[in-house]
């Protein structure tokens, strides 16, 4: 079993909402990350988490709040996003073992759009 | 710094004809590359290259890693409308698990 999902699959929030994107794997895999990806470009890495602490923020404005409450789960919390933040957001997981597979298995992504 | 160039960047082509698809690229501590498929959402995993010469196939794609030459190519035979999609590179390095990515090629195939 290789799936990632994720919720929900279309957001459309305000610039004044508050709102969480969700994402699972039942792999055990202990690296899951946040991508975002607009029209036409490739994903752009947002965050890492391995072993369910933050290791890469690429410098990813404080509006997005990623959390790792286990495992299994890893969270994007937005808040007061700008219309350039509509994309779609994916999250992914890898298995993040010495001398195994980088291969990271992506979710569906949740597409949002910020009016 | 790191980059990863994929050409060409689209290709329209006909169903049955063969494809081949470049990823070049220059970095620092490599550790793989992988090839990707991106139709209208996820990114699906192709293959995983680590070392040079040896190809990796799985039924009409198949892909190669030149480490000498940094570059690694993919191939489709006997081309289906349903290979249509951004076909993307990107290589893992370094200390983390991060990838970067090409911008990717865009195929069309036409019946």
């Known amino acids: 079993d290789t799936e990632v999902t994720q919720t929900p699959k279309h957001l459309v929030m305000g610039m004044t909402n508050k709102k969480s994107l969700k994402c699972e794997q039942h792999m055990g895999h202990r690296a899951m990350y946040w991508y975002k990806q607009k029209a036409k470009k490739p994903p752009e890495l947002m965050f890492v988490y391995s072993y369910e602490k933050l290791s890469i923020n690429e410098s990813v404005p404080s509006r997005f709040s990623p959390e790792c409450p286990n495992s299994s789960l890893l969270n994007l919390h937005l808040h007061a996003l700008q219309p350039e933040d509509s994309a779609l957001y994916l999250c992914?997981?890898?298995?993040?073992?010495?001398?195994?597979?980088?291969?990271?298995?992506f979710g569906p992504g949740t597409r949002l759009t910020v009016l | 710094e790191d980059k990863v160039v994929q050409s060409p960047l689209s290709l329209v082509v006909h169903e049955g004809d063969t494809v081949t698809l470049n990823c070049s690229y220059e970095?620092?501590?490599?550790?793989?590359l992988l090839w990707y498929k991106q139709e209208k959402k996820a990114p699906t995993f192709l293959f995983m290259l680590t070392s040079s010469g040896i190809e990796k196939k799985s039924g009409r794609l198949s892909s190669i890693l030149d480490k000498k030459e940094l570059f690694s190519i993919l191939n489709i035979t006997a081309t289906q409308t349903g290979d249509s999609a951004v076909y993307l590179c990107a290589y893992s390095g370094g200390s983390n698990y991060k990838l970067t990515f090409g911008k990717g090629t865009l195929l069309t195939v036409n019946p």
């Open positions: 970095v620092t501590n490599f550790r793989s």
């Open positions: 992914a997981s890898s298995q993040e073992r010495a001398g195994t597979t980088d291969t990271q298995y």
